[in-house]
């Protein structure tokens, strides 16, 4: 955990979070074989999240799925857990672990501040809690996950740098 | 001695500051703009006119300014400020512009000796010749003499960018958009006001219009509502910010000053732009006073009457104890008696109306007052040396008569600000009862309120509020608003005045920010310019920074006269954003500099940076395009170094950018048949493929290598810039055309940072790194790859190579890169390992032959074109573009094909981009088309080879192998004679390759 930023009204911390990006054609079969693997039912509607302790687990489209590991987890469990989805084959599973960077935003001001950096729309009424969202912030492609008191934000990793920076200059410039 | 002050007015504070105008200190108070500091100390003349350099004054009161336009010294030299709208502070240094050698004697102002012959379309008369005479006189004159102030240098400006979603947007926060606020309020919908000034009221603080509202007087009714809004948890005010921008899709954009009354820190940001997206918006923006032309309307001292009580009202300052007044409305009653209230009198009060049309209360008023009043009666013009000194009345029966005078008060009607309402593409109607152009039909959710919507009668604004606002459900609301004036609003026709011309240097002007003449207006129509768009352009009327806001709609009226047709027939010019102008740091916010575009880098970036990598942007990446050994090694030397070393020992390359996508499904193996060009059918699992993606129309879009895991399993590689572009051709296919097959893929291009090693000690090398492979030629042969756990990873290695050398390349979890890379070096060391940038790749690569989709290809390349016959799968079915293939035009043998060019001198070296020719000289001069064959696609000194080697697309290249051709030079007519050779420079056999 780094933390990037800290104000009175927000504070941003980057997380090493791992990650499994995972497509297949949702059916009963498919929340089956999922299930089977992390006691988790993938949620149902399109950008709908479930999350608990230790896991995001987002709708991100029809077809396509992101589960987040919230605290550490062995490694090697998520490359079986990984192995095991890809035996089928109405499902593919990669591994997004390490190619992508994870900032937790929190605090009073987390939508003024966000909102310097993307014109989403972060209102509860338009983005409510347990919903994800794939939009542009500071110009780059990101995810961003509503926990309620918090959001949790991926992209990729190659960024992790220069989204640091628009981080810090928003604070900074408020 | 300085300016009476108004001593009931709230809103000024007692703090004195100084301010500095052209060098010279004076005293202000804190809450002045610069404008009403230098009102209070009686200074006049602030600037010189755009074109004739005319001495001009302060004419209004706020952001619709023609004149008062100052510099800024001690910020960013910030030129063009309205001083009507920029604070004072302490310390402010300003100066006036437009001016040589000083604001009193300016040597520009013979222009205005000259002004006869500058009338309307002189430039375009003017500048058609002598020929030549524009490029050398004519364009650098006017450059140098363009522009009012002087451009801001070495200014970094931190303007930032924030948006806003909100259900409501209410655009101005006077009375119309304060009451619609308290209807809002606690209500479910979350509002936003924007209020340009630092404090809500607008009309209520500007004026002595209304006297009480609610019983309250305005300074509490406005402290109230405030209260109550900030109290409120649905709505937010914005202040010191200007809406001026409303596009499509209710997206409004504003801009916040944020340092008003403030010199700027340079380290926080000075402006913000707002950009406001909202479901419904309220504008109650007002209304702008207009003027009237007549003689010399420019002249210091002329200011529009509601401005004048402006100043009074809300800054405190009596510009004038005794003005003229002339109107030809009903409103100028509220100035005079603010002045009366003051114990200072008008000197005459001029009205066009008949003595039947004005009110009784007003003739009554002026009468007790004893103020002389002239009925039916309107301004001739007004002279005087830089200042009005005298002002000359034609009264009622049609004599001149002249009066002493300082300062002269027109007022010319209103016009509610349509700026906007415009802008979001609403329709405007014609009023006669108000002489003005008003809303109609809104194109957007967009409501108007009060003055903007032609409703001036304050008695039914709460009307006019509850019963546009009902459809938010709110409570109605009942606010009595009791005014000092009489509430209906009368007004006569006057555009402008019979004018008794004095002098030939007497101007009667509708356009003062551009100089523009009412005659310049005749001139044009005559001229035959009767379009309203056409003569606005002709003669630049209202196209200055104001965009004619106190003046456009008076040239309607002078140009529909003219045509004698109506108005409304005559109809407007276009209002365009910005409202106001707008500066390009506020536009672009923080994307400049550093932050122009987001950057990527891969996992060794750092690594780079230490080992002196100079590097090169490849879309957002950032990739070493070569690694200087030491400070003073050429790019050239650089990569002949790393290139020879390559082909020597071993060179190691940071692939990380290259796309890599995953593809999954049991159709996946028919997916990728159809994809790309190549059979997959019979290829072995865990083998690698070289492939080619086409477009529809046959053309080559992307290449990559293909990784078959099994048929239903591969991961597919694709160049750097294009991954994006060939993920979603992929899924537009597999979602449009073929939703059958049962594929899904992934991007994992961040997920494995890839490193290519090649050279002839490669092999060594990296034996050593991962001990536990066998990388012989019989267990690891050439196109082929294997998977393992490297770290408790995932890791794959594939034989491949993109410079012909024996080559491997690895791709590994971000995590373990820099390590890896660090081990790899620990072990090559031995060997001389180099890293090399992208410069040496692409020198590398064509010594080989491969070629670069975007340097070889351009869109109109085919497969064949690159006798790339042997990658098409002839027995498919089918694949994307294969029908285009066979095309006559695609089929043809001319088309323009892959070849490699040396030069026969081989001292000599070819420029990329230059032509391929039959001709050894060029004419001197070219005075038809020469043919010309095709061109260079790639060039490079090849230190292996010794001398220069090509790659070119030309005319039946294939034919042409053997033959002699030229090349053009960037430089002379001589061309270099050249040998047309096959692509492959090096090993065509292919031996380093497989060893």
């Known amino acids: ?174 | 001695m300085p300016a009476l002050r108004n001593k009931n007015c709230n809103y000024i504070s007692n703090k004195e500051i100084k301010i500095t105008f052209d060098g010279k200190s004076y005293s202000a108070y804190e809450g002045d703009t610069i404008a009403s500091a230098l009102l209070r100390n009686n200074i006049r003349l602030i600037g010189r006119s755009f074109k004739y350099h005319r001495p001009r004054g302060i004419y209004t009161c706020g952001i619709e300014e023609p004149n008062a336009l100052v510099q800024i010294l001690n910020e960013h030299n910030e030129p063009n400020t309205r001083a009507t709208v920029k604070r004072a502070y302490e310390g402010i240094n300003i100066n006036s512009q437009n001016r040589w050698p000083s604001l009193s004697f300016d040597i520009g102002s013979i222009n205005n000796i000259l002004s006869p012959i500058f009338s309307a379309g002189f430039y375009y008369k003017t500048f058609m010749g002598p020929k030549g005479f524009w490029k050398k006189i004519y364009e650098p004159l006017i450059r140098r003499t363009a522009g009012l102030g002087k451009p801001p240098k070495n200014f970094r400006s931190k303007s930032i960018h924030q948006n806003h979603n909100v259900d409501i947007l209410i655009v101005g926060g006077g009375l119309s958009g304060l009451i619609a606020a308290r209807k809002l309020i606690n209500t479910d919908n979350e509002v936003l006001i924007v209020e340009q000034d630092s404090f809500l009221g607008g009309i209520l603080k500007n004026s002595n219009k209304i006297k009480k509202i609610d019983g309250k007087n305005v300074f509490e009714w406005i402290q109230e509502t405030e209260k109550l809004i900030l109290k409120s948890k649905n709505i937010k005010i914005l202040k010191n910010t200007l809406v001026t921008t409303y596009n499509f899709t209710n997206h409004l954009i504003a801009l916040e000053d944020k340092y008003v009354g403030k010199n700027i820190d340079i380290n926080k940001s000075e402006l913000t732009l707002h950009k406001i997206r909202t479901t419904q918006t309220i504008l109650a923006n007002g209304h702008i006073e207009r003027f009237i032309s007549f003689r010399n309307n420019d002249l210091p001292g002329v200011m529009l009457a509601s401005s004048f009580e402006k100043y009074i009202e809300r800054y405190g300052v009596v510009p004038d104890e005794k003005p003229v007044i002339f109107t030809n409305n009903s409103s100028t009653i509220s100035l005079v008696k603010s002045l009366i209230n003051l114990n200072c009198k008008p000197c005459a009060y001029i009205d066009s109306r008949k003595k039947k049309d004005i009110e009784d209360e007003t003739k009554e008023y002026l009468s007790k007052n004893n103020i002389p009043f002239y009925p039916e009666s309107e301004v001739e013009g007004c002279e005087g040396n830089k200042k009005v000194e005298k002002v000359y009345i034609r009264n009622i029966n049609n004599k001149i008569l002249s009066i002493s005078a300082s300062m002269l008060c027109p007022s010319g009607g209103f016009n509610p600000d349509i700026h906007l309402f415009t802008q979001s593409k609403g329709l405007v109607k014609w009023d006669d009862k108000i002489i003005s152009f008003k809303p109609d039909t809104a194109f957007q959710k967009t409501i108007t309120l009060g003055s903007v919507s032609g409703n001036y009668e304050f008695k039914n604004l709460c009307n006019e509020i509850n019963k546009k606002l009902s459809f938010l459900k709110a409570n109605d609301l009942n606010i009595d608003i009791e005014t000092n004036i009489r509430d209906d609003f009368s007004i006569n026709e006057l555009w402008e005045t019979k004018t008794d011309k004095m002098s030939k240097w007497s101007k009667s002007f509708i356009d003062l920010h551009n100089d523009v003449t009412t005659k310049d207006l005749k001139q044009a129509i005559n001229e035959g310019y009767d379009r309203i768009e056409h003569l606005k352009r002709y003669t630049t009327n209202s196209m200055g920074t104001d965009q004619g806001k106190i003046s456009s709609i008076n040239s309607l009226g002078i140009v529909s006269k003219i045509l004698n047709k109506k108005i409304a027939e005559v109809g407007t010019t276009t209002y365009r954003p910005p409202y106001a102008p707008l500066s390009f740091a506020a536009i672009a916010g923080r994307s400049t500099y550093e932050y122009y575009d987001p950057e990527r880098k891969t996992p060794i970036h750092n690594w780079h940076i230490k080992n002196n990598a100079v590097f090169e942007d490849v879309g957002q990446w950032k990739r070493p395009w070569y690694f200087k050994k030491n400070d003073s090694e050429t790019m050239h030397q650089a990569v002949q170094r790393e290139s020879k070393q390559t082909r020597q020992t071993a060179g190691i390359l940071d692939g990380s950018t290259l796309g890599k996508i995953e593809i999954k499904g049991k159709d996946a193996l028919e997916f990728m048949n159809l994809i790309y060009t190549n059979a997959f059918t019979k290829m072995k699992p865990m083998t690698s493929r070289y492939a080619l993606m086409l477009g529809e129309d046959g053309m080559i879009m992307d290449d990559g290598i293909i990784c078959k895991i099994n048929d239903k399993h591969f991961i597919a590689t694709t160049t750097s810039s294009g991954a994006p572009k060939v993920l979603s051709h992929m899924e537009e296919f597999l979602q449009t055309e073929w939703p059958h097959l049962q594929v899904y893929l992934n991007s994992i291009t961040e997920q494995f940072t890839t490193f290519n090693i090649s050279g002839p000690k490669a092999r060594e090398i990296i034996s050593k790194v991962f001990t536990d492979i066998d990388f012989s030629n019989e267990k690891f042969p050439f196109m082929t790859f294997k998977s393992f756990n490297y770290k408790n990873t995932q890791a794959r290695i594939m034989r491949a190579s993109f410079t012909g050398e024996l080559g491997y390349e690895i791709y590994i979890s971000p995590k373990h890169a820099l390590h890896l890379w660090e081990q790899i070096f620990h072990y090559g060391k031995e060997f001389n390992l180099v890293p090399y940038g992208t410069e040496t790749m692409h020198l590398l690569r064509a010594e080989k032959g491969y070629v670069v989709i975007s340097q070889e290809t351009d869109g109109t390349v085919t497969p064949l074109d690159l006798n790339f016959n042997w990658m098409i799968g002839k027995k498919k079915k089918d694949f994307i573009g294969k029908r285009s293939l066979t095309r006559s035009d695609t089929a043809r043998e001319d088309r323009k094909q892959l070849v490699g060019i040396v030069p026969i001198d081989k001292s000599q070296f070819i420029e990329e981009g230059q032509h391929v020719l039959e001709r050894e000289n060029l004419p001197s001069k070219i005075k038809t088309p020469i043919e010309y064959l095709g061109h260079i696609s790639s060039s490079y000194h090849s230190p292996n080879l010794n001398h220069c080697i090509s790659m070119a697309m030309i005319k039946s290249g294939n034919k042409l192998k053997g033959k002699k051709l030229f090349v053009s030079t960037p430089k002379g007519t001589k061309n270099i004679a050249v040998e047309i050779v096959s692509p492959v420079f090096i090993d065509p056999e292919n031996k380093r390759l497989v060893s």
């Open chain 1, 1 to 174: 955990m780094t933390k990037i930023l800290s104000t009175d009204f927000v504070t941003v911390v980057q997380k090493d979070y791992l990650q499994v990006l995972v497509r297949g054609n949702g059916t009963d079969q498919f929340n089956q074989i999922i299930n089977k693997e992390i006691s988790i039912n993938p949620p149902l509607k399109n950008l709908e999240i479930k999350s608990d302790d230790k896991h995001i687990f987002a709708k991100n489209s029809f077809d396509q799925w992101s589960l987040l590991y919230l605290v550490e987890e062995d490694y090697k469990k998520i490359l079986k857990f990984i192995e095991n989805l890809n035996l089928n084959d109405e499902i593919l599973a990669s591994d997004y672990s390490y190619g992508q960077v994870y900032f937790e935003i929190t605090g009073k001001n987390k939508n003024e501040f966000l909102n310097k950096l993307t014109n989403f729309d972060l209102r509860s009424k338009k983005f409510p809690v347990s919903t994800m969202a794939q939009t542009l912030i500071a110009r780059i492609d990101c995810s961003i996950y509503n926990l309620g008191s918090k959001y949790v934000i991926t992209c990729n990793k190659s960024f992790e740098d220069y989204f640091q920076k628009r981080l810090k200059d928003s604070a900074n410039l408020s």
